[in-house]
């Protein structure tokens, strides 16, 4: 703990190896375009709805809009954002999206304290840090089959690690903040039940970045509390953890062992599991030049501990036979396609759903991965498998394409001028002195530099 702690204390002040610190670039213009897209989905405008009317100290924007508010409220809203669709970026061996919280929380203790683009970076790398270990150490699938989800956890720990060092709170209370993070741990497997997205937006967005930022607020404000969450009698670990306890994860390679450098940046607007059969129905598509009608029937396998995260659910966005027979009827698949939910009723969709099952695999042991079998009605049987879906870090979107994903969701929000002087100040986002700057081009249109703060 006291490793664990001094770490978080003095993490702004530590320069990141380059590889690392231009990972966190591309994660913050993913997260970004993901926030902005979000905004205009249900989940974002019911963020919107619950924010406006509180008010508060003009300390945070919530990007998309004209609102100003508190870093607690923008930090729930710009979070609901980020997961209103699954286009923002994953951590999978911790079956988590650090980005929708992290990056939102982050951003809205920068804007409060006025704090500069370097310590944006390193928060985020701090916090991908911290909060992954922090499920590492509890061990993710067996948290998951217990009926808690993993990125809630992980994303709590992430902003409350981020928003602590950015308030520059010292070791002790970085370790009373750790401490009011634990009392808010939450989540659980449910919200995969939500048609809409929205609780779920919550649940993995917008809750953990503002449990975060609070606990954070409330140490900084004199909050006193436990010393050490993480051991002694019924401490965080035996509560949550059914299974095998490693304490020593919290800070086994801490410091030179990067977690950012495991994440991924999705291909696709598509739960995490979906990504490989995905590509792999693209791929199929465009060398064998078949379509929906030619389909006799497809088995995708995944991995065994996800194939139930993704097996025809209600959600469309994370159903895999939905989002497979939709790109195999349209030969491709965007953001807006995935959220049509009249889609849902498609007869050429709905009859193509029913010849696609979806099984786990004991060989299959990463969440990028997977084998597709493709059986038409001409006798020929079209086999492939992707054992890192582009996008993973096995397998990385380059800056150049990550970038063209984030033009292609931020463009209808802002218009294509302000998307691509928004994305290009992302870039350079080390360059600023002040993180409050970013708030010209990302609030709606309107929303003076003066006006805005």
């Known amino acids: 703990m006291d490793k664990l702690s001094r770490h978080i204390a003095g993490a702004l002040k530590k320069r990141l190896p380059k590889d690392v610190e231009m990972m966190a670039r591309v994660h913050l213009v993913d997260a970004f375009a993901a926030m902005l897209s979000g905004s205009r989905l249900i989940p974002g405008q019911r963020a919107i709805a619950y924010v406006k009317p509180l008010g508060g100290t003009k300390e945070a924007c ?31 061996p911790t079956i988590s999206h650090p980005d929708a919280s992290l990056v939102p929380a982050a951003l809205a203790i920068c804007e409060r304290e006025r704090l500069s683009g370097t310590a944006l970076l390193r928060a985020i790398v701090l916090g991908y840090d911290v909060g992954s270990r922090v499920v590492l150490a509890l061990d993710p699938i067996p948290l998951l089959n217990s009926g808690h989800f993993t990125a809630a956890f992980s994303q709590l720990f992430c902003s409350v690690a981020a928003a602590s060092a950015l308030l520059r709170l010292d070791p002790r209370r970085v370790r009373h903040a750790l401490s009011y993070a634990s009392q808010q741990a939450a989540g659980t497997y449910t919200m995969f039940r939500d048609t809409e997205h929205v609780e779920k937006a919550f649940g993995m967005g917008g809750m953990p970045a503002h449990n975060g930022v609070t606990a954070a607020l409330m140490v900084a404000a004199g909050c006193t509390g436990v010393d050490d969450v993480f051991s002694g009698d019924r401490d965080f670990f035996s509560t ?9 994860a919290l800070v086994r390679g801490l410091g030179t062992d990067y977690e950012i450098m495991r994440a991924a940046i999705k291909r696709w607007p598509a739960g995490g599991p979906i990504q ?8 199929l598509l465009k060398e064998h030049r078949f379509c929906a009608a030619d389909v006799e029937a497809i088995t995708v396998a995944v991995s065994k501990d996800l194939v139930n995260v993704i097996n025809n659910r209600a959600m469309t966005d994370i159903s895999l036979q939905h989002l497979v027979a939709l790109m195999m009827v349209d ?34 042991l990463d969440a990028r991965s997977g084998i597709m079998e493709v059986r038409l009605r001409d006798g020929r049987v079209l086999r492939a498998e992707c054992r890192a879906a582009k996008g993973s870090y096995k397998n990385p979107l380059t800056p150049g394409e990550v970038e063209e994903k984030a033009l292609s969701l931020i463009g209808p929000v802002l218009g294509k001028a302000r998307a691509k002087k928004l994305v290009a100040a992302l870039w350079a986002v080390d360059k600023l002195d002040d993180v409050r700057a970013l708030r010209a081009l990302a609030m709606a249109s309107g929303a003076r530099r003066g006006a805005a703060v």
């Not at 949550?240 to 020593?248: S, T, V």
């Open 331 to 364: 030969g491709g698949l965007d953001v807006v396609s995935a959220h049509d939910h009249r889609r849902v009723r498609d007869p050429k969709i709905v009859r193509l759903k029913g010849r696609i099952a979806a099984v786990g695999s004991e060989s299959i």
């Open 240 to 248: 949550f953890a059914p299974g095998k306890i490693d304490r020593e």
């Open 62 to 92: 919530v990007v998309g809009t004209r609102i100003v508010t508190t870093a607690n409220n923008a930090a729930l809203a710009n979070g609901m954002f980020a997961h209103a669709d699954e286009s923002d970026g994953a951590h999978p």
């Open 276 to 283: 490989a059969p995905l590509d792999m129905t693209y791929d």
